[in-house]
C-alpha cells in the first residue's frame, strides 16, 4: 500500500498581511478530496461525487487568504477555545471570575475575536497507514483572550479509504480552563455555494434541545423536539418548517441551536441527504451535543470561491460540541479541561449518495 505521505500534496495558497505563507494542503482518499490550510485550521474544499459520479467542493470558503482574514463567518475554520456562546463573555472557574472578550452582542462567541480560527496552525502530513492525513498544532498562552492556561491543541484530519473524513481533536492545560473545540464547515451538497440549502433532508439523532434567550444563549433546560420544527428525528426538509409560527426560530431567524444527542461514545449525530445530486453526509461525533445552524446570517456581502457570494441559507452547519454556555450552566456537561487530563474528541463526516 502506498505510505500515506505520498497522497498528501502541499500547494502554495497564499501570503498573510504579516508575511507569512500559508499552503494549501491537499488530502486524497477514497474518490474524496479535501484542501486543508494551517489559517484558522480551515478545510478550504471537500469535493466528492454526486450518485452520477460527478465531483463538486460541498463546502462554501474563500479563493485566498486574504477571504478568510477578512471573513467574518468562520467558513471552515477550527474554532477554540470555546465553540459557541459564553453569556456575557463571563464564568466562574474555581472561585475566579474570568472576563472575555464580547464579540456577539452581549456574548462571547467561538473563542472571541481572535480564536483559534485566527491563529496559523502548524501542519505536517500526519503518519498513518490508511488514507491520507495531516496533523495541526497550536499552542494558545495562558491569558489569551481572556482564558486561563496555556492550552496545547492539536487537531489530525485524515481521509480514509472509505470517503469519510475523520477529526480528532486534543487539547491540554496547565491550568483548569473551558475548552470546546469544533469545526465551522458550511455544507451546501448541491456543490452551487448560490442555491439555498432549503431542500435538503436533515436528520438529527436528537430528542431534545436547549432553548436559547433572545441573545441565543440556552435558558438552561432541555425540550423536547416532539411536536415541534425542531424535530428531526424523521428525515425532512431544512426548509419545510423553518418559516414556521415558533418563538425559538423567530429568536435566530431560523435554525441556531444546540440539539442534545442521543446515547454516547462515537454514534451518528446528524445525516443530510440532497435530492438533487443524492449527496448524503453523515457526521458521527463523540461529543454530546450539535449546533445545526441553517445560515441565516450568510447576507451575500462576503466574496466567496469563484466570485459567488453565498446569501442567507447557502449553506448549513453541523457542529458537534458540547453545550453552548456550559461554563454558566451546571446542569449541562461539563466543559472544563483540567491539568493532567487531555481533552479528546471525534468526529467523522461520512460521505455517499442515495
Ligand atoms: C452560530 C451562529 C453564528 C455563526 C457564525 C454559528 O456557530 O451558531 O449563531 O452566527 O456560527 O457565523
Redesign the pocket.
Known sequence: MAAAKEEVQRVPFGRLPTGEEVDAWVLRAGGVEARVVGYGGAIVALRVPDREGRVADVVLGYDDVQGYVDGR??LGALIGRYA?RIRGGCFRLDGREYALPVNDGPNH??GGPLGFHRALWRVEPLDTTEGAGVALAHDSPNGDQGYPGAVRARVAYRLTARGELVVDYRADSDRPTPVNLTQ?SYFNLTGDPARDILDHRLRLEADRFTPVDAT?IPTGETAPVAGTPFDFREPAAIGGRIGADHPQLARAGGY?HNFVIRGGGLRLAARVHEPGSGRVLEVHTTEPGI?F?SGN?LDGTERGKGGARPGRRCGF?L?PQHFPDSPNQPAFPSAILRPGETYSSRTVYRFGVE
Do not use: T
Open positions: 463567518a468562520y459557541n462567541l467561538h465551522h441565543l441556531d449546533q445552524y446570517f452547519c457542529e
